[in-house]
């Protein structure tokens, strides 16, 4: 690698993105509601229809990677359809700010036999930061099956600790960005961020202004 | 058709689904929130990967067929998206209930040139009930394409009034809704609706409550 190359590497990561930096600064404006974290997560199914749900922001996978992490039920129906289709975008609507995000992109799921063993830390790491409720849910009856009137004890297993070791059903999607917009309803503004690779093959983010 | 048969379809229609009177709940008790109309619409691109998106309720079709209506430009690329593939799923998150609905279903795109004169109807309907601002976005430069500097002018057309005719830029967007989900977060209670038709050909909405 030419060192011109490296260098922009570095500095890619010295420097934030542009729309990494302006989610944050959503998230800041918006965090006395209870739901700013919660976001739209549209994949397509193996019938090739559109699926659609909420699900919790749970971080940037880490300072130096942009992706984005949710957690899910290895039962789920979306970890047979990620498998067959990884392609998924994220509709964010910030009432405070009446911000719009668009996040498109490829998803993995890391589930309990992941051998990627950085995936595999930051899985644990997301468990041990989720309420007890949240962790109790993954020892649940699969998501998604008729209800059964029997076995209310099947709801009411304790919840595993936060240094417990993850649930085998714990999953952590990780989303890999691949572009952004940014629609602000108040200006009538409208940013859009793509991928751009270099001649060197260093990365950076374009922006671009587009028409609302 | 059989006695039995006329009776049940009109039935159907004297009885409101269980699922949009569901509906028209939580948007009571969601109605001091500005954004308890806004549901994001997921569709699939032409390449196959999913689009998600934030747009607003512009209410049912009417007392007797229980799609849901949106708005949308004819030159925004959902339009051409939709021609290709018609399916769609909604995820409508009501924040003060803690609910989410999932309304899956196919598109209708009704546009400057449908013949259809009950839906050309409801598009005049929609158009007309509409704020100032929203009926002037139809009259501004092309959504998506990159912003010109120039030509400040474009952008402050005078709106078109409640009464003049739709632009030919303006659709509405019908969704026939085949599906519907219903999650409660509070109660952790979670239904499933979906069409059956019966022998005799009149339709009505099975309700089956499924595990969260």
Redesign the interface.
Known sequence: MALAAEVAAVAGRLTTPIWRAKIHKSLSKNKH???SR?V?????RED???????VVFRGFLSDDDDSLTFVTDSRSRKVQEVAA?P?????W?F?QTRE?Y?I?GNLVIVDSASADSALQQARTRTWSAMSDGGRQ?FG????????AAEDPEA?NQPAPGSQDPPLDTFCLVVLRVEEVEQLLLRS?E?FRYSRDVKQDGSMAWAE?????
């Open positions: 509601l209870a739901n919660y739209q997560l549209a994949t397509v090739g229809r559109p699926a659609n749900r909420t289709n392609a998924a975008e994220v509709a609507y009432p719009q668009r498109a849910q649940w009856p699969q998501p998604g099956r008729p209800r709801w009538n409208r671009e202004s587009i028409n609302p």
